[in-house]
């Protein structure tokens, strides 16, 4: 069955950087589309970040951009993000998922988009 296993959060300073990894397997992951989302306590989940199955298109929320790089190893059945700059409205557990559609044309930025997710990893950015 599919896998996703995010690793890499913690607590963090403003300021600081941290970077995620999500390791999927069960699937052929150089066919999906991959998404970073998050979710602080009383909220939606969002978008942060998501990226295509070739690694040619990327999307960002506005909240992220220029702070925060998706990417993906096709290799090593991986997808990151690099988050830089951090804040402290950037604490949330954070998500991989993979999107629905087998060589995705768009990107899709709503988690409806997306239909198997990991366990999700807790990002603490203190003041």
Do not use: H
């Amino acid at each position: 069955q599919v896998q996703l296993v995010e690793s890499g959060g913690g607590l963090v300073q403003a300021g600081g950087s941290l970077r995620l990894s999500c390791a999927a397997s069960g699937l052929t992951f150089s066919s999906y589309n991959m998404g970073w989302f998050r979710q602080a306590p009383g909220k939606e989940r969002e978008i942060v970040a998501a990226i295509s199955w070739s690694g040619t298109n990327t999307y960002y929320a506005d909240s992220v951009k220029g702070r925060f790089t998706i990417s993906r190893d096709n290799a090593k059945n991986t997808v990151y993000v690099q988050m830089n700059s951090l804040k402290p409205e950037d604490t949330a557990v954070y998500y991989c998922a993979t999107d629905r559609a087998r060589r995705g044309v768009l990107l899709g930025i709503s988690a409806g988009a997306y239909d198997y997710w990991g366990q999700g990893t807790q990002v603490t950015v203190s003041s």
